[in-house]
Nanobody, 117 residues
Framework: QVQLVESGGGLVQAGGSLRLSCAASGSIFRPNTMGWYRQAPGKQRELVAAITSGAISSYADSVKGRFTISRDNAKNTVYLQMNSLKPEDTAVYYC???????????WGQGTQVTVSS
């Protein structure tokens, strides 16, 4: 079984920064992809950024140039550095892990990010 534990959410003013972390534990096989999704009230969950175990990353257009995803494979941890935050970034952010060869997907419990204007 796999567990994902997120940390780093909070309240920040527009233009500020936050760093999210997600530590995975359990039976984690490579190749895999770790990512961050977010869900705002009344909206569908959307992909924010993802990074493979080979360090290939991708981003939603809305966060390109502002957010940076990274990972430490030795610690099975993924990070999301969020800069120049906007009120529209307000959402619950979820960490995700996909075990590529098994097509198994796991989710964290979510962490709230609130950006005030």
């Amino acid at each position: 079984q796999v567990q994902l534990v997120e940390s780093g959410g909070g309240l920040v003013q527009a233009g500020g920064s936050l760093r999210l972390s997600c530590a995975a534990s359990g039976s984690i096989f490579r190749p895999n992809t770790m990512g961050w999704y977010r869900q705002a009230p009344g909206k569908q969950r959307e992909l924010v950024a993802a990074i493979t175990s080979g360090a290939i990353s991708s981003y939603a257009d809305s966060v390109k140039g502002r957010f940076t995803i990274s990972r430490d494979n030795a610690k099975n941890t993924v990070y999301l550095q969020m800069n120049s935050l906007k009120p529209e970034d307000t959402a619950v952010y979820y960490c995700s892990l996909t075990l590529t060869l098994r097509n198994d997907n796991y989710w964290g419990q979510g962490t709230q990010v609130t950006v005030s204007s």
